[in-house]
Structure formats: structure tokens, C-alpha cells
């Protein structure tokens, strides 16, 4: 039996309200430890955070109310507290022994979120290098 098995990490950002971050920050929850690698220079506060395992977003209190939902709901929240001009990444690439590798991004900016997976690019990418737009393959067993 093979179990998932994931780092991740985000870029640095900044935010527009801290105390807000620290609240969203605070709902955050993995199987390892979350890592805050957070920093202040010339005055500015930059974010960032990364866990030896998948970072989930708890929805309330840890409690009976609370939904476990992933990461892109915390990037919904956070994307309406980032500056103009800045982007919240998060990355994260797991595997399951060699019956696959999933690596994926979601990039939050103030007025969207994108989901970015490696698998759909990659196919994209070869689809267009072999000018085949229904070529396919498998990625994994």
C-alpha cells in the first residue's frame, strides 16, 4: 500500500491587512508542520509558508463547524487582502510511490484565483510541439 506523500510551499507576498492574514494563517492545517517563513525588511512584511505535507484551509473553528476544504479557499479569502500588483503562489507536489506525481499551483492575484496542474499543462505543451491537438497519453498507472 502506497500512501500520498506531498511537500508545498508558497512564493513570499504581502498583504494589506495583517491581523486578517494572521486570522486566515491561523485556520491553515496539514500533516506535518506548517512552516511560517514570514519576514520584515525596510519596513515591509513579507509572507510565506510551507509544510512537509499538503496544506488544507479549515473553514471555522477547529471544531464540529469546521469544513476542511483545500487550499484555493484560502486563496479566495486571501486574494481580497493582497496589495494591487502582487500574487500569492502556493505549489505543491506530492506522489503516491510511482503510481503518479502530482504537482500543481494555485495563484491567487486581487481579482482572481487560478489553479495550474502540471499534468494538463504538460499535455497542452506536447498537443502543441506535435501540432496534434487530440494527441494523449497516460501519466500514470
Partial sequence: MANYMAVSRTNYFQVTDEKKYEALFGNLASEDNIHDFSFTKDGKTYHGFGSYG???????PDDEDSDIVGIEAFAEKLKEILPENEAFIYQEIGNEKLRYIVAYSVIATR?????????????TCA?????????????SY
Fill in 127 to 139: 498537443r502543441k510541439l506535435l501540432n496534434n491537438p487530440k494527441w494523449n497519453t497516460t501519466l
Fill in 54 to 60: 499538503g496544506i488544507e484551509f479549515c473553514t471555522g
Fill in 111 to 123: 481579482e482572481e484565483v487560478k489553479f495550474v496542474n502540471l499534468d494538463n499543462e504538460t499535455i
